[in-house]
């Protein structure tokens, strides 16, 4: 059973930093595409960065130049630096990954974690 479990989330003030990590675990293979998602009380789940197993990136235009997306592929591990966060930024962020394991090729998601910006 592949699982994602997302850290690293809490309460900081604007123009403060976080880290968030996920670990996936299970009987993986390798895992393709990891993105970041964040999703903020009334409004959808937006796409915030993904990376690819070779380690292109793709970011949304709002935190272009203040979030830096990266990943561990030996530790199955995938981390979003955020710096200068806005209240704007305040969501609860899912990690996502497609996971090819033991069981098959499926999309999975974390439990999320919630990020509040606001002093």
């Known amino acids: 059973q592949v699982q994602l479990v997302e850290s690293g989330g809490g309460l900081v003030q604007p123009g403060g930093s976080l880290r968030l990590s996920c670990a996936a675990s299970?009987?993986?293979?390798?895992?393709?595409?990891l993105g970041w998602y964040r999703q903020a009380p009334g409004k959808q789940r937006e796409l915030v960065a993904s990376?690819?197993?070779?380690?292109?990136?793709n970011y949304e235009d709002s935190v272009k130049g203040r979030f830096t997306i990266s990943r561990d592929n030996a530790k199955n591990t995938v981390y979003l630096q955020m710096n200068n966060l806005k209240p704007e930024d305040t969501a609860v962020y899912y990690c996502?990954?497609?996971?090819?394991?033991?069981?098959?090729?499926?999309?999975?998601w974390g439990q999320g974690t919630q990020v509040t910006v606001s002093s």
């Open positions: 990376i690819t197993e070779s380690g292109r990136t």
């Open positions: 299970g009987s993986i293979f390798s895992i393709y595409t």
């Open positions: 996502n990954g497609h996971v090819i394991s033991i069981a098959g090729s499926y999309d999975y």
